[in-house]
């Protein structure tokens, strides 16, 4: 409260330009040496955060810790994040339409964006490194799929994992590209409609794992 009637905090980027004014915080109140050294550490130190921890600190709305993981692991920078669709969106694991809304929302607004480049320019993590998944087989090469719904043995992000490790590609949306879409439950009735036109083969769960193990 002190650092923002003086000015000096009124965003979280403010905080990292805190390392600047040290001859000014030397002036407050019960702001000895050694507060000021612990608090400058403890905000440095932030910068070590994940990708995931940093998502969640934005605040945006319906994002909690659980949704920010799962985002971040799925989008792994927050520029793809950013530019993704709703179509997109709502593939990742627990994310609805509320969500995918809200994050759509909250990187139209340009205040958003700029914070989160003086966040970026600061050093906080806006990325996670790709985790290369090892090949296990060429089961699926040559083939595309998309994963929506609920599934009862694995999570989507099990899934992806498995696709990907018998040479299969995901994709972020339904078009003439897609070779299968694995179908669970609760899927979105406009993703359903849209294979349905397209003609694109749906197959459960089980009919992936058939063609992963045959």
Known sequence: ENFYRRGFVHHISDLYELKNRVDVLRTLERFGEK????MISGIEKSKEMPFEKVLFGLGIRFVGETV?????R???TIEALQHASFDELILVDEI????AESLIEYFLVPQHLE???KLKNAGLQFSIKEEVSV???EKLSGKSFIISGVFEQFSREELKQMIEENGGKILGSI???LNYLVAGDNMGPSKLEKAQKLNI???SEQELLAMIQG
């Open 115 to 117: 914070q989160i480049e």
């Open 74 to 76: 799925y989008f792994k």
């Open 175 to 177: 078009s003439l590209k």
């Open 135 to 137: 090949l296990q087989s």
């Open 68 to 72: 920010a993981r799962k985002v971040a």
């Open 201 to 203: 083969p749906m197959i």
């Open 35 to 38: 507060s000021i050294t612990n």
């Open 96 to 99: 609805g339409d509320r969500i």
